[in-house]
Every structure is written in C-alpha cells, then in structure tokens.
C-alpha cells in the first residue's frame, strides 16, 4: 500500500499501474534502484528516485517504463534471434531498428507514451554525446539508424 501523501510513492504506483497496461501482463514487476533501466522477462528495474522528484526527470523515468514495458508487449524474442545477423554492425543495426520498430507501433497505439519516449530517447543520446557528433566517426551507426528509423 502506498502512503497517498507522498508523491514520489504516487509516482511509482502510476509508473507501476502504466508499465503493466502498457504490456498487456499483469505479473509485470516493476522496481526502482540503479543507475539503469533494465528489462528482464517479466520484471523491469528503473532508476532510482530522488526524494524530490523534477517533472523532467519524472517524464524521463515513464519514458524508460513506457519503452520497456512496450518491448515486453510488441517483441517477439525467439523471432528476433531467429532472424539476428551475426556479423556484429549488421546485428547492431537490427537491434537498433527493432527497438525504432516497437517504439513506432507503441506510439500509434498509445500515442499518450510519444512524449515520455521522447524525453528517454534525448537523454540517451545526451548521454552518449550524440549531440556533440559532428562527423559518422562521433557516432556508432546503429545509434544513426534508430534515431533516423524514429523520425520516419
């Protein structure tokens, strides 16, 4: 039971309650710790919260879910390594256009969670400098292709 009161409690509820929607499966584990958001079977572990938490880092921590939560729902694991390539950039590239590939139908379907992957997805390429590249060699490929795939 969550204290109704503490608003960091009340965020993680929702951020729970969304994720599970979200994935169409209600045994969806939803927790908080880390530095990373990671994605497992049927649980996914987000960052840590702060005590106060900032609407840009609140929309950033439902993006993670929201991105998580819809790969549980629209990927198709034994697929995906059926078809992966094996030669290392073509299996990058793949894997990047898989992820685009989910986020795209997950947005259609929900275009309520567009926003919130949007802010997950700049932070990520803040966080690989992506917005510092200046030439392909500042980059990794697959990371171009997602972001282009994203914009189609």
């Given at each position: 039971?969550?204290?109704?009161?503490?608003?960091?409690?009340?965020?993680?509820?929702?951020?729970?309650?969304?994720?599970?929607?979200?994935?169409?499966?209600?045994?969806?584990?939803?927790?908080?710790?880390?530095?990373?958001?990671e994605?497992?079977?049927?649980?996914?572990?987000?960052?840590?919260?702060?005590?106060?938490?900032?609407?840009?880092?609140?929309?950033?921590?439902r993006?993670?879910?929201?991105?998580?939560?819809?790969?549980?729902?629209?990927?198709?694991?034994?697929?995906?390594?059926?078809?992966?390539?094996?030669?290392?950039k073509?299996?990058?590239?793949?894997?990047?256009?898989?992820?685009?590939?989910?986020?795209?139908?997950?947005?259609?379907?929900?275009?309520?969670?567009?926003?919130?992957?949007?802010?997950?997805?700049?932070?990520?390429?803040?966080?690989?400098?992506?917005?510092?590249?200046?030439?392909?060699?500042?980059?990794?490929?697959?990371?171009?292709?997602?972001?282009?795939?994203?914009?189609?």
């Open positions: 039971m969550t204290d109704a009161s503490d608003p960091v409690e009340n965020f993680k509820h929702a951020t729970q309650s969304t994720a599970r929607a979200l994935s169409g499966r209600e045994d969806v584990e939803v927790s908080f710790g880390g530095h990373i958001a994605l497992s079977d049927k649980s996914i572990k987000l960052p840590a919260l702060p005590k106060n938490l900032e609407d840009a880092e609140a929309q950033l921590i993006g993670l879910a929201d991105t998580c939560a819809l790969r549980l729902h629209y990927h198709d694991e034994a697929l995906h390594q059926k078809l992966v390539p094996a030669e290392p073509a299996r990058a590239a793949y894997q990047a256009l898989e992820e685009a590939r989910v986020e795209a139908v997950g947005t259609a379907d929900y275009p309520g969670v567009a926003t919130n992957i949007e802010a997950a997805l700049k932070a990520e390429a803040k966080r690989q400098r992506l917005d510092h590249a200046t030439n392909m060699d500042d980059a990794p490929l697959s990371e171009a292709i997602r972001f282009m795939a994203r914009e189609s």
